[in-house]
């Protein structure tokens, strides 16, 4: 919010003096082209820069406007109004000054006739020029206190963006914590098994396969989005574990495309969803069975499938949509891309099941 007020006094002397000169050329070229086609007989030079440069004085003290208007706010403490109204009679003080100066030193106005001293036209310039001045004086305030609204606000949905991304990344970092002990778990639990059985040597290869994916997991957790080759490299570790702990009942074929391999995927994408494949379809399976990971694009989407031989979901599938896997992965997505993605789970062929991920396409 610092930022929001070293912003608010800062002055734009580009527009300032921009809109100050436009508007004394259009009163100059006004007055001069009136007086002509009136048949007057003055010198429209003269005149021309007497009356484009009296409004210098206005384009000087605008930023003191500004200031004055920051800091004594009339919205808060209307008895500081009292400070804006000697500012407006002081600026009327120096803008009929410099004007009866201009005046007294071109005369614009012969041969008609001459302006009088210094003395003389001052008081009456400043007396004709004060309820222009209040005019002049509140326009600016007005402008200032609208573009400070619009700068506030547009700060304050910029920090608001920036806190809602990092308590995205914190509850992003937070799921895939919580994936990863899931997955831990179940893999010790399988070592136990084949440690019970004198499995020891595949529980060996399982326990240095393990040890390869946490590995490899550790130096990418931290990244929300990753290469989808990054991605697929984590999933053939943890794929490698499973083979040892089904041996040989478990089949596996990778149809990735090389052209799509450095496309952007959420960080831990596929391995819930081949970890649910194996769950609740190999595991099941006494003969075992097939995982098949598929990656695809069309028309600027990415999509994604894990597909397993079976067996079919239920009519309604909600132990397994409720798994912590896929409810864990549906919120990361819609943390990362809002209602931009799409997660089904169906029965795929006549004894498949088959979850889907549709993205935006994008490079890493």
Sequence with gaps: MANIAKGN????????????????????TQNVLAMRHEGMHHSWARMFFTLAFAWLPWALVTPIVIHLGRRYPLVRKPVQGLIHLGAVIAIDLVVAAWATTLQVLLQPWVPDFKTPPFQ??????????????????????????????KAKAAAQQTHT????????????????????????????????????????EAAVAMIVALSDFLRRVAGTSIDARVRLAQEVESLEKYLHIQQVRFAGRLKLELQIPEELREAQVPSLLLQPLAENAIKHGIALRAQGGEV?????????????????????????????????????LRT?????????F???????????????????????
Aim: aromatic fraction near 10%; charged fraction near 15%.
């Design 342 to 364: 799409d997660l089904r789970l169906e029965n795929h062929g006549i004894t498949g099941v088959q979850v889907s991920v549709t993205l935006p396409y994008r490079e890493a």
């Design 332 to 340: 990361r997505l819609t943390l990362l891309y809002g209602g931009d």
């Design 161 to 200: 963006a920036r806190l809602n991304e990092q308590l995205s990344y914190a509850q992003l970092n937070a799921l895939q914590r919580q994936i990863e002990p899931h997955f831990i778990f179940n893999t010790l639990n399988s070592i136990a098994g084949l440690v019970r059985v004198n499995n020891n």
């Design 9 to 28: 006094r800062s002055y734009n002397w580009f527009w300032i003096a921009g809109l100050w000169a436009a508007l004394g050329i259009l009163d100059a």
């Design 120 to 149: 003389i036209t001052w008081p009456v310039k400043f007396a004709a020029g004060l309820v222009p001045a209040f005019i002049l004086y509140a326009g600016i305030l007005l402008v200032m206190y609208v573009l400070d609204s």
């Design 292 to 328: 098949r990971v598929a990656a695809s694009r069309s028309d600027g989407v990415l999509r994604l499938s894990v597909y397993n031989d079976g067996p079919l979901l239920d009519r309604d599938g909600c132990s397994v949509r409720n798994g912590i896997g896929l409810s864990n």
